[in-house]
Nanobody
Framework: QVQLVESGGGLVQAGASLRLSCEMSGRPFSRYAIGWFRQAPGKEREFVASISWAGSPRSYSDSVKGRFTIARDNPKNTGYLQMNSLRPEDSAVYYC???????????????????WGQGTQVTVFS
């Protein structure tokens, strides 16, 4: 059974940093891309960042480029999302996802990911 578990969310002031983690079990972590998405209340789930199975290429949404960094540690079966200079508009539930086998470079389309975590809440106040 494949499982992804996010952690690291919290309540922070604008300008602060958080690092989210995503630990995967149940299949070889290093063979799949990892994506991060987020969903705010009343809004659709949106792409945040992705990283290929090998660590490159990486992709970011325009709204987080330059502030967020995606990374992975394959021996630890864990992906990360370092979030700096957080803004109130970054508040959302953040989800990590593991790609389908044909999409090991990752991407922005949620349909290329077949396993998802339960999400972790990030709230940024001004």
């Amino acid at each position: 059974q494949v499982q992804l578990v996010e952690s690291g969310g919290g309540l922070v002031q604008a300008g602060a940093s958080l690092r989210l983690s995503c630990e995967m079990s149940g299949r070889p972590f290093s063979r799949y891309a990892i994506g991060w998405f987020r969903q705010a209340p009343g809004k659709e789930r949106e792409f945040v960042a992705s990283i290929s199975w090998a660590g490159s290429p990486r992709s970011y949404s325009d709204s987080v480029k330059g502030r967020f960094t995606i990374a992975r540690d394959n021996p630890k079966n864990t992906g990360y999302l370092q979030m700096n200079s957080l803004r109130p508009e970054d508040s959302a539930v953040y989800y990590c996802a593991s790609s389908r086998p044909a999409y090991t470079d990752g991407g922005t389309d949620p349909s290329i990911y077949d396993y998802w975590g339960q999400g972790t809440q990030v709230t940024v106040f001004s």
